[in-house]
């Protein structure tokens, strides 16, 4: 480092032993078992295997939930916790809250200015939950700006990879022209991430047997009381197509099974996975053996939990020592942005940053869902 910030996306690849990752979460509620056996599980993995950032998106929450915010701070803490208790180590990876790091919403500022209007109108997940979305006003500008201040998530700490699944790559596809844009432009100094084809987590139905989503009410949340987890499991939709206790039934189509071999040894699984389908045994049975299960599984965590919330400022600690790990970064990427753009002298800060090629703006493109049809 030089001078307590970072010179260069090229001295910061050098200077780790690990590539960095980073990976963000909405506070907009509770974490539900999708979540558990989905990204959760991921972010286990990569701490030990990457320079890990975890952030908190406070902002980003703003832009769905700004005309009632009121659980924004409650959720947030909420979550740290979920964290800490499910394993994740802030003395491995790095936890933040984006708003302690004020120098996002300056990045965002300056590829404000690099960014053509038409990219963020194309952008699919903007487009789909302006039509989809109906409780809520997204006509505000902090929603349209969304992948914008999503680029300057990812560039501000200088992040080598970021894991997405399919349908999240044009955000990460938009990052890439975004920040390609702006090294055109003033220098080649910010780090054009790459994508992880994250591990796809488990397909996780919710007690309707929908795909399990805060949004259709149908969760079992990772912080349930055993009284609520096992109420919900006995709500459980089963096959569709087993009325009567002596009618086979089918495994594959049967949401109980769904979740259940999502942690329930193999050959507990094959022996249900036979009775369902002779007969054997009926749903009411195999719904009270998975709420015991569930139950017992999420036990130590909830332990773990309960003794982390114990001392109230246990999250807010977590999220202070991480904006300390983050701050260094992230100030050192701004000052040498501010050079950049020619808001501040140039320095030692970006002396090995070459200057930008006259030629290179001619070579870009649109990220491909913002090519004219």
Known sequence: MMDGTV??????????????????????????????????????TMQHDYD???????????????ADPSHVRESTEEMVLDWCAAGLDPEICTIYRQSDVPEVAELTL???????????????????????????????????LYPLMQAADITIVLA?????????????????EIVRRFNNTYGEYLVEPQAIIAKEGARVPGTDGRKMSKS???SIYISDSPDEMRAKVMSFVTDPQRKLKTDPG???ICPLHAVHKLFAPAEEIA????????????????KRKLADDLIAYFAPFQARRAELAADPEFAWKV????????????HGVVSACRELVGIDPRSALTADVEPRDPNARSQESAPSFAEDE
């Open 216 to 218: 259709y009410g149908n």
């Open 7 to 44: 010179p260069s996306s090229l001295e910061s690849r050098t200077r780790m032993t690990k590539k960095r990752t980073l990976t963000g979460y909405r506070p907009t509620g509770k974490l539900h078992i999708g979540h558990w056996f989905g990204n959760l599980q991921n972010m286990l």
């Open 271 to 286: 022996e249900w996975d036979r009775c369902c389908r002779s007969a054997d045994c009926g749903c009411v049975a195999h």
């Open 110 to 144: 300056y590829f404000s200015m690099v960014t053509p209007k038409p990219w963020l109108e194309r952008v699919p997940s903007y487009k789909e939950q302006r039509e989809q979305v109906t409780d809520k006003d997204l006509g505000n500008l902090g929603f349209f």
């Open 52 to 66: 890990a950032y975890y952030f908190i998106a406070d902002w980003h929450a703003l832009t769905t939930h700004w």
């Open 319 to 330: 999220l202070a020592g991480g904006a300390a790990k983050a701050r260094p970064i992230t």
């Open 160 to 176: 080598d990879a970021v894991p997405v699944g399919e349908d999240q790559l044009p955000h990460l596809e938009l990052t890439r």
């Open 250 to 252: 089918d495994p594959d």
